[in-house]
Every structure is written in C-alpha cells, then in structure tokens.
C-alpha cells in the first residue's frame, strides 16, 4: 500500500472529477495530504475513482452539476465528512455540440451554460455560505483557451468559458478579502471530453504546439494546486493560461 501523505489540514471540493481534468486535480489535491470530495454523474466511475484516489481521504457525491439538490448535497457531505470547506474547483463542464453558432439550437446553449456557469456559480455561493464566508478559501474555475478567442465549431463552449473567466472576476471582487478566485484555461487536454479534437489525428494536432505536445490532466492538477495554496495568496481574480504556449502563435501569419 503506498503511504499517504501527511494531511495538510485542508478540504477540498472537486466537481466533474471521476475522470479527466477533474480527476487529475483532485489527484494533486490528495498527493499534498488534502482531504478531498469528488462529483460526477456516474456513480460506478465515481466509485472507481475514489478508490483509486483512497476512499481514506476521498470521498465522491454523483449526480449532475446543474441541479441544485446535488450541489446542496455535495456540499453538506463534505462539510460533515471533513468538518470544513477551503476549496472548491468548478471543473464540472459540456459541450454537447460541434458546428456553427449560427445554426444552433438555443435550448443546447441553455444547457450549456447551465451546466458550464450557472452550476459553477451554485457551487460558489453553497461553498461561501457553508465555509469560506467566515473562515477563507480559493475557488478555482476550470475554464478555457475557447474563453479568450473565437472558437470555431465549439462556439457556445467559448461563450461560456467567456462567461466564467468574468464569473470568476465578479466572485473574486465579492468574495474578498476572505476567498480568493481563480480560472485556469487550458488548450487541449487529452481527456475523453476533448478526443473529439484530436483523436487519429494527435500527433498533427501536437505539432502547432510549441511545447510539442497537448496537455495532460496533471498540468492542470498542478495548476490548480498552485492557485489553492499559500504561494498564491496575493492572486485573485485571475484567469492562468495553461496551454503549451499555442497563444505564442496567434500573431504568426
């Protein structure tokens, strides 16, 4: 059995996190002694996960994101689970269309971004109520490079990681001096939600990187360990780009 670490007194709220980018923040999140609740909405994957992660520190709440019973629950259990709340990290996302936002179906751009920023906001305010409003925390929102520019065929994604990098502004502004809150926007993470970018194709879809590689669920497990923690407690409001350089590439003709 490996050895866990020694617990950092911390606890952290993972949402969308039996697998992907979501699993690998919590993964970062346990390996630095945080205990940890995990979200998804399938429970067997959510099962898996936290016994891969160590059902000692971890435990999971299935449901979806978007429905208000399931936040108010996840919350509850990891308050009487842990005692406490320091971090939430917002990863829970969709994006259940590819084509032109000109011929989109508008009831699909309500589920997107009920799923991508409403939930996220669900969660914020359940977590500032039940934790942080009186004793303090980071909140992290997984948004995304499609945030900051035209994203072609992923246009409503874009919207609305656009919507979440100014969420994140707005809560940081009304969450301090007691919360701090974050975005990271990732390019392509290869993750079973974003094969769709580069499956048959990664090694040609690498090359425009001038890391030369796509992202990995750890980078960004690194990243949000970074943003929920004391080294970045003079950050707030901020939107981290985590991308293998691809935006050196935006002025190259």
């Keep these: ?91 829970a996302g969709t994006n259940p269309v590819f084509g032109p936002i000109a011929d989109l179906d508008l009831d699909v751009a309500r589920k997107v971004f009920e799923t991508n920023v409403i939930s996220a906001l669900g969660f914020a305010q359940k977590t500032w109520h039940a934790w942080q409003k009186d004793n303090g925390g980071a909140i992290v929102n997984i948004a995304s490079v499609a945030g900051l520019a035209p994203s072609p065929f992923i246009g409503a994604y874009g919207v609305s990681k656009a919507a979440m990098i100014n969420l994140t502004q707005q809560l940081a502004h009304e969450f ?48 949000a360990a970074f943003l929920t923690s004391a080294q970045s407690d003079w950050i707030t409001g901020q939107t981290l780009v985590v991308d293998g350089g691809i935006f050196l590439n935006a002025g190259v003709g």
Excluded: W
């Design 1 to 91: 059995m490996t050895e866990l670490p020694e617990l950092s007194g911390k606890v952290a709220l993972v949402t969308g996190a039996s697998r992907g980018i979501g699993y690998g923040v919590a993964e970062a999140l346990v390996a630095r002694g945080d205990r940890v609740c995990i979200t998804g909405r399938n429970e067997d994957a959510l099962k898996e996960a936290v016994e891969k992660l160590g059902a000692q520190r971890v435990i999971g709440v299935a449901g979806k994101a978007h429905d208000l019973a399931h936040q108010a629950e996840a919350v509850d259990r990891t308050m009487e689970a842990f005692g406490r709340l320091d971090h939430l990290v917002n990863n």
């Design 176 to 223: 301090a001096p007691k919360a701090r809150v974050n975005a990271i926007a990732p390019a392509v993470v290869k993750t079973k939600f974003a094969q769709a970018l580069y499956e048959g194709r990664e090694e040609e879809a690498a090359a425009s990187y001038p890391l030369a590689r796509l992202g990995v669920p750890s980078d960004i497990g690194g990243a």
